[in-house]
């Protein structure tokens, strides 16, 4: 006869093997499905923004694009945080920047203004889904670039924000652009050239820092930086967009016109600092 402390011990037992078993078959969360999953809500967005935009609420979808840039941008974060930079994510994240800050973007300048120009205008707003293209396969290859400080070219995430904060600064004030011929499309158009030359280059543009120690050390200033963007962003919206995308794009045409000019009339060594 087994009194109830022996069946009880012998229950602790049976109990203590099964949790033994089930640790050992029980698999892990990729680590990857974090950044994975910010990538997935980067494509969402940019998807949303297209229906938006063909439905006629292209302040939405523009926003939508901005938004799509935010998960981006804490896509990157978690992957360099969690260490989970991988092949896959590379790829995933390529597919959902063409969607949100190539296709998106450009449906969104047809929509506004480039829809008058029947030929043209749909020349016009391919090239930032197609200039993006060539920047993101360019960067895919292109290792050195990861580990540099920097990007060669515009980001595409860059110009579709670029884009979308001149939209959603200006929409409802087209009564500016009155004074020219053909409107808004004066300036929109050279606005859309730059940008897709902008990407397809090699001029450099700031890539914002890690968080860890070596990279606030060496980037105080850069770092200092993003964080008045972020600030200027919060308070001002979409001016505030318009403002911190056009110091960033003009800073990068500046460094990049220092550095030409370094390179072709200076000496041959000239400072990196330059870039950082």
């Excluded at 990407?199 to 700031?206: L, N, R």
């Amino acid at each position: 006869m087994k009194y109830p402390i022996q069946k009880w011990k012998r229950f602790r037992r049976r109990r203590k093997r099964k949790k033994k078993k089930s640790g050992r078959s029980k698999k892990q969360i990729p680590r990857t499905v974090i950044p994975s999953f910010f990538t997935l809500m980067n494509l969402f967005c940019g998807f949303l923004a297209i229906i938006s935009i063909a439905e006629g609420r292209l302040f939405f979808g523009a926003w939508l694009i901005v938004f799509a840039g935010l998960f981006d941008a804490l896509d990157g974060f978690m992957a360099r945080l969690s260490n989970a930079t991988s092949q896959f994510g590379i790829e995933l994240d390529s597919i959902s920047d063409v969607v949100s800050f190539g296709v998106a973007p450009g449906f969104l300048l047809y929509s506004f203004g480039l829809a008058n120009l029947p030929f043209v205008g749909i020349i016009l707003s391919a090239l930032p889904p197609l200039c993006g293209a060539v920047r993101l396969a360019r960067y895919n290859v292109d290792v050195q670039e990861s580990r540099e400080d920097f990007f060669k070219g515009l980001p595409i995430p860059g110009q579709a924000i670029m884009i979308s904060a001149f939209y959603l600064t200006f929409y409802n004030q087209l009564e500016l652009f009155e004074g020219f011929e053909y409107g808004i499309n004066a300036v929109l158009i050279p606005l859309i050239v730059l940008l897709s030359f902008l990407m397809v280059s090699t001029i450099p543009f700031d890539k914002m820092p890690s968080f860890d120690k070596k990279s606030v050390k060496k980037h105080k200033v850069k770092l200092s930086l993003f964080i008045v963007y972020g600030i200027l962003i919060l308070f001002f919206q979409e001016v505030g967009l318009m403002i911190v995308f056009s110091v960033f794009i003009i800073k990068g045409i500046l460094v990049g016109a220092y550095l030409f000019w370094k390179e072709a009339f200076g000496d041959d060594e000239f400072l990196e600092e330059g870039i950082n």
